[in-house]
């Protein structure tokens, strides 16, 4: 009987990939089979629960036009965020991978050092470009133009701007990967059959940029609509997203099991799109945009 192994063999496959499958059952399938575990508890008054089942917390959940509310604004925030970040992400790729400019690298780069920054920095200096007393409102009072601040922070608009802020960069790499998977050969041919540059790029290279956009779709939207931050810092209570209400309930009610059960209904809701992305598009395009 020949026991030695070979280059193939599925056992030395098993070992290798076996650290990576014990991380994820221990750091993402456990939590969430707790978490899906403590929605049937039963909540007995702030930070007390009983392991006595009950579907009580998924009934309220689905009858009280509360939580349905803020699901409908968050997923609403989270696609008005991610077609704004299609629509204004586009161009700047396309340039980035049209240009002729030698060092295109240093292009890619000054799209990258954003990431260096904070997240929570990046957000806060928003309240001073926004703020009442925030360079716009002070520019505007004194050139005359305006005779008392506007009213631009700690509203829908500016969660959305500053969402548009975090999640613009991951668009844009999203498509520029996408256009740099595409044979320019093919561009050279329908120029040479009569196409003008408009109708090459309609014909040709939008169509083959479209899974770079859908990714870029997806990939902001599931991130905008899991957002908490942002809506903490540039929104008011009214403007809170689902994040927010899950925290508020985890740790301002202490009622674990209400809070696990929404933190189920967020992860199943942006669960279902990411399914349906993968169904017809494939995961590869967002590892591409993610990877650079």
């Known amino acids: 009987m020949n026991n030695r192994w070979t280059l193939y063999d599925p056992r030395l496959a098993w070992m290798l990939v076996a650290p990576v499958l014990l991380l994820l059952i221990f750091f993402l399938v456990l939590p969430i089979a707790v978490m899906a575990a403590y929605t049937f508890f039963t909540f007995v008054t702030a930070g007390v629960e009983t392991s006595a089942l009950t579907t009580a917390n998924w009934q309220e959940f689905l009858t009280d036009s509360y939580y349905s509310g803020f699901l409908l604004k968050t997923l609403r925030v989270g696609a008005i ?76 608009g500016a969660v959305i701007l500053g969402l548009l802020h975090f999640l613009l960069p991951y668009m844009i790499l999203n498509v520029y990967v996408s256009l740099e998977g595409i044979d320019r050969t093919l561009i050279s041919a329908a120029r040479s059959m009569g196409c003008t ?22 990939l902001c939207f599931v991130l905008a609509a899991g957002s908490y931050v942002t809506p903490q810092l540039l929104g008011s209570g009214r403007d809170a997203l689902f994040g927010n209400l899950i925290y508020d309930t985890i740790m301002g009610e202490l009622n674990w099991p209400m809070g696990a059960t929404l933190s189920i209904v967020l992860f199943l809701v942006l669960g279902f799109f990411a399914a349906i992305y993968t169904r017809y598009m494939g995961m590869s395009q967002i590892v591409k945009g993610l990877s650079g």
């Open 81 to 156: 965020t991610a077609l704004l970040c299609g629509v204004l992400g586009y161009f700047p790729a396309y340039f980035i991978w049209a240009t002729s400019f030698k060092h295109k690298w240093l292009l890619l780069l000054l799209l990258i050092v954003p990431f260096w920054i904070s997240f929570t920095i990046r957000t806060f200096s928003w309240i001073n470009i926004l703020g009442e007393q925030g360079v716009i409102n002070v520019t505007l009072l004194k050139l005359g133009i305006i005779n008392e601040p506007l009213p631009m922070l700690y509203n829908e």
């Open 197 to 218: 540059s408009a109708q090459a790029f309609r014909e040709v290279t939008l169509p083959l940029s479209l899974p770079g956009l859908a990714a870029g779709l997806l």
